[in-house]
């Protein structure tokens, strides 16, 4: 179903209720009103014919089963039947030509009774020593009633198919500034990420235009960031195939220590083209949507001595843990937080000078834990701070991937992480800190 049709149908189905209640109350006063005035009319008549009995030059007898009068010398209008007795009940005079209807003037006022199967409203009006009784049939009344209120319905039902129809055109108006959108985005490019440029949008669709053109944005750079890392990954890789096929080119055309060499070099390759692949991979995990939860819960103390184990060099580590960080478990995927913190160690081994050792210090502060690494390397140059987590960026001739800070970044932004540097003279502090399970 479209926006415009369940609008409409939401808009016209309040639109009907309001003037169907509108028309029920108007239409039952309006009924109300002219039974009122068909009273009056009774009332008006039965005062009349006393006023011409009055003037009559002689009194009205009984003559045999009653003085016949026609509707004319009473003076009642038509459909209305005119009866006039004494208080005995004798019939004195009646405009209705038949014996048995007798209108029946009970006590005075109005009276609903049946004459011949027919249902008749009377009113008797008592005029000294006489009645009056004048009364019409309800059938005439409600065929009268059904009259008018067909005419009176006929405008209401034309205002209301109009408006339903006004509402449908208004709602196609309204909804006109959505199709310009539709047909903007039908007829871009399948690569075309530039923003919509649409004039005269209403407030109310302002603010999807605006998230439209940040997606846009945001794919955009997606797009430029997979194109930048394709790149750089050719480029990354090609070196160390290149270096092994060299390698392996001079192995085939030599013997001896020269052949060793070679090989050598060509297994070194190979490693280094092992770690970039995984390196990638792993970037390539973290970034995705991949789920790393296995349901298991570690704490700070198990992720240092993890990450610690994984480098491979524990013996130049120097890990400062307090006791509650073995209490302290962490609110995110154990893998995650021991690959962010084991690059953050392969890192600060490869910068540390000789064998300078690294300090891994374990801070527990309220709802989260830092991990503060320190190397005693030569430091970094403050305008290159802000390169550390840039894909495939060496500083100097590190014989890193260039991909271990930009995983660290990765996974800092996928787990609500915070990632500081801080470089001195005496070597680079590293601040990662990671949250915490709230306690029960």
Do not use: Y
Not at 35 to 43: A, C, G, K, N, P
Not at 258 to 283: F, K, N, S
């Amino acid at each position: 179903m479209s926006l415009r049709l369940r609008l409409s149908l939401i808009l016209g189905t309040a639109f009907v209720l309001i003037w169907a209640l509108a028309a029920a109350w108007m239409l039952r006063d309006l009924r109300q009103q002219m039974m009122f005035s068909l009273d009056q009319r009774l009332v008006a008549s039965a005062r009349m014919v006393a006023g011409l009995i009055d003037q009559l030059p002689q009194p009205l007898t009984s003559q045999g089963d009653g003085t016949r009068l026609s509707a004319d010398q009473l003076s009642v209008p038509d459909g209305m039947a005119c009866q006039v007795t004494s208080l005995r009940g004798e019939i004195l005079a009646r405009s209705h030509q038949h014996a048995d209807q007798h209108l029946e003037d009970g006590q005075g006022g109005f009276h609903d009774q049946m004459i011949d199967g027919a249902r008749w409203r009377s009113f008797t009006f008592a005029h000294g020593d006489i009645r009056i009784t004048t009364a019409d049939r309800h059938l005439e009344r409600e065929a009268l009633n059904r009259s008018i209120l067909l005419a009176a319905s006929a405008p209401v039902l034309v205002a209301l198919l109009g408006s339903l129809g006004l509402l449908w055109i208004g709602i196609g108006k309204g909804l006109a500034p959505l199709n310009w959108m539709r047909e903007a985005l039908r007829r871009r490019s399948p690569d075309s990420v530039e923003p919509l440029q649409i004039k005269a949008v209403p407030s109310e669709l302002q603010p999807l235009l605006d998230t439209q053109n940040q997606l846009f944005l945001r794919i955009g750079q997606t797009i430029e960031r997979e194109r930048r890392l394709t790149g750089d990954a050719a480029h990354e890789l090609r070196s160390p195939l290149t270096a092994i096929k060299t390698h392996l080119q001079v192995a085939r055309m030599t013997d001896g220590l020269v052949r060793e060499q070679a090989l050598a070099h060509a297994e070194e390759g190979a490693d280094r083209l092992h770690r970039t692949l995984e390196q990638l991979l792993l970037l390539a995990r973290v970034e995705g949507s991949l789920s790393f939860d296995d349901g298991v819960q570690c704490s700070a103390d198990q992720v240092a001595r993890q990450a610690i184990q994984d480098t491979g060099d524990n013996r130049r580590i120097v890990l400062n843990a307090p006791p509650p960080a073995a209490g302290a478990l962490l609110d995110m995927p154990g893998a995650l937080a021991v690959a962010a913190l084991r690059n953050l160690l392969d890192n600060a081994l490869r910068h540390s000078s000789g064998e300078a050792p690294v300090e891994l210090e374990v801070q527990v502060d309220g709802e989260q834990v830092g991990f503060l690494v320190r190397d005693h390397g030569p430091g970094i140059p403050e305008q290159d701070l802000q390169h550390l987590t840039q894909r495939f960026w060496r500083n100097g001739h590190s014989e890193g991937s260039g991909l271990g800070l930009a995983i660290v970044q990765a996974i800092v932004q996928r787990c609500a992480c915070s990632l500081n540097f801080d470089s001195r003279s005496d070597g680079l502090r590293v601040l990662l800190r990671m949250p915490l399970k709230a306690s029960a």
